[in-house]
């Protein structure tokens, strides 16, 4: 339906358009949303837990994680309120590399990630894996403010943005998909941005 | 996966009967829905503009009116000039216009009277809106809960809703009123002319019978932010706020 009277933000196309998903717009700064308070979790009182169901597999305290090897992750980010934001940098520890820590394969299909403040996401480990995804530590070089997700975010980049938990302490692996806290409260199961899957029952 | 009824977008078009100037930047748009309509207080919907060459641009805003209200829903939208959507309600939209809507959506900063309380609403500027959709259910449903509202605003003439949240105060009715004014001194007896503050929480909640149940706190991030702390600092647990931030 074209709305009476609204003219088009559109410029003519450029390399950039072909970042954008549908349905979002181009944010030069870097919004901040979360159901709470932001919690400020001290590095002393920082860990970090992977587990397989109820059972802890391994846990780091803040020095151990940092001691993993690092990477280097620079990607465009979407969030499902509808902005887009371009060549976010960030450095952590990928997935794979505290699997390989812990010395296991990824026991089943499907992940929660847990945070500090008791936000869960849901996440197929496939896209945890083979370096699509980190715990992310610094951001622009710097450690992660709390307002970002501090001191430990998930970034999982290529789904929307929600399902990068913030103030992450944990990645438990589940037998079922489970759904997390936005997945209960209307948002899709998994978050394509591409496919614009922003709440239940997008295709 | 697929489950409920197929093939029906999302998204419906609603006809604006209304619109009523709330201050010198929010103005309130009436909406008729073209379909069943059924919404919580405190929930948002997502509008979409399409310009004639299918360039569409989409934003959220939080619903003003209660389900009580009837079909009708209200959303207050701020005028943001570097905005899309906004000055394209405050200037050319009128009264017969249809524009696309898709919800209601969120199902976390949502309160009803069967919820309990008490309650501590805590807004800035617009984030007033979704607060002001569950004081008006609680007056339209003559539920007995003690709600405070502290409101921040920069001046009197900026308090969105202002008539009808002094009407509610005055009826002594368990619902509480108190401003804070940011650029301006306060007017009636008990408000604040400073940023929201620790102190400023503590007293707050000495009008309501017993610690908040609840504490729902909405505006910019900066807003939100230091609200938040305001009411940890104050002794409300974390757990208890649920908070809503204005994007940018």
């Known amino acids: 339906m074209v709305t009476r009277g609204f003219s088009s933000g559109r410029k003519p196309p450029t390399d950039a358009d072909a970042r954008i998903p549908p349905g979002q717009y181009l944010e030069q700064g870097f919004p901040v949303l979360s159901a709470g308070p932001t919690p400020r979790v001290r590095t002393e009182d920082w860990s970090f837990t992977l587990k397989h169901g109820p059972r802890p597999i391994k846990t780091w305290n803040w020095t151990e994680f940092n001691a993993l090897p690092l990477t280097k992750m620079t990607r465009d980010i979407h969030c499902v309120t509808a902005w887009t934001k371009f060549d976010t940098a960030w450095q952590g520890v990928l997935v794979d590399d505290i699997l390989a820590d812990a010395g296991v394969e990824p026991p089943t299909g499907f992940t929660l990630a847990l945070s500090f403040d008791g936000y869960t996401t849901n996440v197929p480990t496939q896209d945890l894996t083979a370096g699509k995804a980190m715990v992310a530590l610094l951001y622009e070089g710097k450690p992660i403010t709390p307002d970002h997700g501090g001191p430990a975010r998930l970034l999982v980049p290529h789904l929307y943005f929600w399902k990068s938990a913030k103030w992450l302490n944990g990645l438990q692996f589940t037998e079922r998909d489970e759904p997390g806290f936005w997945e209960l409260r209307g948002y899709h199961i998994y978050g394509d941005p591409w496919r614009e899957q922003r709440y239940t029952g997008d295709p | ?248």
């Open chain 2, 1 to 248: 996966m697929s489950d409920g009824p197929a093939a029906q977008s999302p998204w419906q078009t609603m006809t604006i009967s209304r619109i009523e100037k709330r201050t010198p930047r929010v103005t309130s748009f009436f909406l008729e829905p073209s379909r069943p309509f059924a919404y919580r207080a405190g929930q948002h919907v997502d509008v979409r503009l399409t310009a004639p060459d299918g360039y569409q641009a989409r934003r959220s805003y939080s619903i003003a009116s209660a389900p009580e209200a009837g079909e009708t829903i209200e959303l207050a939208i701020e005028r943001l000039d570097d905005g899309e959507v906004s000055p394209f309600f405050h200037d050319i939209a009128a009264v017969g216009d249809e524009v696309e809507l898709r919800g209601p959506l969120g199902g976390h900063f949502v309160w009803s009277d069967s919820d309990g309380g008490p309650l501590l609403l805590v807004g800035g500027g617009s984030g007033v809106v979704p607060l002001m959709a569950m004081i008006r259910l609680r007056a339209a449903r003559r539920s007995a809960v003690p709600v405070a509202l502290v409101f921040s605003a920069r001046v009197w003439d900026e308090v969105i809703f202002r008539d009808e949240l002094i009407d509610f105060h005055d009826r002594r009715d368990g619902f509480d009123l108190v401003l804070a004014l940011t650029r301006e001194a306060a007017r009636r007896p008990a408000d604040y002319s400073r940023r929201i503050d620790a102190a400023m929480m503590e007293q707050s909640m000495l009008r309501l019978p017993a610690p908040p149940r609840f504490a729902f706190v909405c505006g910019s991030n900066a807003f939100v932010s230091a609200a938040a702390q305001a009411l940890i600092d104050a002794g409300v647990p974390a757990g208890l706020i649920r908070t809503e931030r204005y994007g940018v």
